[in-house]
């Protein structure tokens, strides 16, 4: 059974940092595309990035382009998002997913962000 386990939200104020982690299970993680997502109620899933097999990551958005990287340690079984000066706009659920394809075929349950002062 494939789980994947988010962990390190909070409560941040804005400029602040935090490091989300994903803990997988059940899938041979080194193989696996990673992705980070976000989503606040009321709006669409938003791609933040991904990590593939060989470590080449991408982030899309550029409001978070230059603050946002993620990284894996595929002896943990764990992908991070550092996320460094947070802004209001970047509070969300935050989700990690995985896949093999083109298409993400395990999902986490979330993890909220909230930046506030």
């Known amino acids: 059974q494939v789980q994947l386990e988010e962990s390190g939200g909070g409560l941040v104020q804005p400029g602040g940092s935090l490091r989300l982690s994903c803990l997988a299970s059940g899938l041979m993680f080194k193989a696996y595309t990673m992705g980070w997502f976000r989503q606040v109620p009321g709006k669409e899933r938003e791609v933040v990035g991904h990590?593939?097999?060989?470590?080449?990551?991408?982030i899309y958005p550029d409001s978070v382009k230059g603050r946002f990287t993620i990284s894996r340690d595929n002896v943990k079984n764990t992908v991070y998002l550092q996320m460094k000066n947070l802004k209001p706009e970047d509070t969300a659920v935050y989700y990690c997913?995985?896949?093999?394809?083109?298409?993400?075929?395990?999902w986490g349950q979330g993890t909220q962000v909230t930046v506030s002062s």
């Open positions: 997913a995985a896949r093999r394809s083109w298409k993400y075929g395990y």
């Open positions: 990590i593939d097999q060989d470590e080449i990551t991408t």
